[in-house]
């Protein structure tokens, strides 16, 4: 008796922590999910583009929202700006280098619920052969059934980064020197 | 106007120092422009003085193939021996290949994305749209390898034309100046 009551206590140790976190992949196959950014042109205007290739997911469990992680890992060569020599520009040593540097991944470490939807996302960027945390003011837009038999779960996230930080040169002039990052994600439910 | 058996007509002359001109001074235009800083006031201008020279080159390397495929082609002098006339015509046939794939590919960088090529705020060159993935950069790559490579044949070509005039002192440059 004292064996199976102890054989219990452990498996039910096991299992408690799991909760019931889900695993979710990134939907780049439906193409519901973006990563868009836009940086200053002079300083009159915004220029925008993407990166069309990439994949990832997340591990995100409403009632456990800390133990939440995300990874996401981009095709830098898939940079888009709808320009085919800004885009070879850009894609050169100059800028992103991605004959060297094929590879941009984000891998989060924290995640933090602010209340009403709101999220603070913390985690590592490696772009351009830099690894930088940054910090990624997130949202939660919803979650639930589609019609098609899956479960969805989406969010939108803001950052900005630093052209210096991440080693490339600061080339475009004094209000080019950031761009920001908007990020949309929809996770299919495995 | 037409090319003889020892001569070469004005067109064909004219026609070979025009696109050597302009190819030579396309290479280092090109050369000088992929470092433009940004704020430079030819960062504009130059890459668009590069396409249109670039397709007017490329309209005078259409007439010079037609012209050297319909005409008779000066014999090489009898100073040259064998192996020189055979390497100087391997140089010659790279001379008419080699700048139609740097015009080609160049035209395959600025037409990626479906933006015809101004020439001189004159007239536009149509694209042809994306023909492959990545095309911007891998036509890129070969415009600017290739390029390199024609310009080490151009030197070759100039260095024995020079050879020709100074050291066995034949008609070899005098012919292709109109002056036989």
Known sequence: MKKVLLTALIAGSMIAPLSNAADYVIDTKGAHAFINFKIKHLGYSWLTGRFDKFTGGFS?????????????????????SNHAERDKH?????FLNVGEFSTATFES???KDLGNDKIELKGDLTLHGVTKEITIDAEKIGEGKDPWGGYRAGFSGTTKIGLKEFGMQERLGPASTHVELELHIEGIRQ | MKNTDNSYGWLSISLHWTIAILLIGLFFLGYWMVDLSYYDIWYQKAPALHKSIGIIVFIFMLIRLFWRITQVQPRPLSTSNAFETTVSHLVHKTLYVLPFIILLSGYLISTADGRPISVFELFEIPSLGALFNNQEDIAGLIHKYVAYVMMAIVSLHALAALKHHFIDKDGTLKRMLGRS
């Open chain 1, 60 to 80: 995100y469990d409403a009632s456990n929202l800390a133990a939440s992680t995300v990874n996401v890992k981009v095709d830098t060569s898939s940079f888009n």
């Open chain 1, 109 to 111: 470490t924290s995640f």
């Open chain 1, 90 to 94: 850009i894609r050169g040593k100059g």
